[in-house]
């Protein structure tokens, strides 16, 4: 859940702190769980995610996004197929 989703991150201009934001309530909930088990959501293009990693001290993950398949009632889920960025 950390990489396949639709939040975006936004800076509070008062205080500075970044907020997600999403479109479904659930599917914030779960990008925040990934973070309570060590994967935090750092960064988001159209073209790439980055994450970062507790248990690996913090090392910094990006993966280049081959294809998305969004989000439909039909098949009730959302799809990426990612590549890890060599590093």
Not at 38 to 46: A, L, M, P
């Amino acid at each position: 859940m950390a990489v396949c989703h639709t939040v975006v991150l936004d800076k509070d201009k008062k205080t500075g702190k970044v907020v997600m934001q999403a479109s479904s309530p659930d599917e914030l909930a779960l990008v925040q769980g990934s973070v309570d088990v060590g994967f935090r959501f750092i960064d988001k293009t159209s073209d790439s995610v980055k994450i970062e990693i507790d248990y690996l001290n913090k090392k910094q993950e990006k993966y280049i996004v081959l294809a998305e398949f969004p989000f439909d009632s039909t098949r009730k889920r959302m799809s990426l197929i990612v590549k890890e960025e060599a590093s």
